[in-house]
């Protein structure tokens, strides 16, 4: 099973950036994908995630400046980033996991972003 994130970069403050993730390896459903992100010296956070039946919720700090979006067919998963700031700066990790039975726990490679003038 692979997760593959991408579309990281540096971009000036108010900028955008699309993050993907394509995943492989596997039949996924029944589970929940998410975008979390990591800064230097700082512990792993929540940023957004969307279920396969497609409810979706933010963190607070990605609310009205970030969408999610998966497709199922695919095993896609992509999140646009407007109005960037300084503060998103970090590596963007995708992730799939399911809560029940049969479960799993699956983590992509992370990209980096930067925001910065």
């Known amino acids: 099973v692979q997760l593959q994130a991408s579309g990281g970069g540096l971009v000036q403050p108010g900028g955008s950036l699309r993050l993907s993730c394509a995943a492989s390896g596997m039949q996924f459903s029944g589970d929940v994908w998410g975008w979390y992100r990591q800064a230097t010296g700082k512990q792993r956070e929540y940023v957004a995630s969307v279920t396969s039946g497609g409810t979706i919720r933010y963190a607070d700090s990605a609310e009205g400046r970030f969408t999610i979006s998966r497709n199922n067919a695919r095993n896609t998963m992509e999140l646009q980033m407007n109005s960037l700031k300084p503060e998103d700066t970090a590596t963007y990790y995708c992730?799939?996991?399911?809560?029940?039975?049969?479960?799993?726990?699956?983590w992509g490679q992370g990209t980096q972003v930067t925001v910065s003038s």
């Open positions: 992730n799939a996991k399911r809560h029940y039975p049969p479960t799993y726990n699956y």
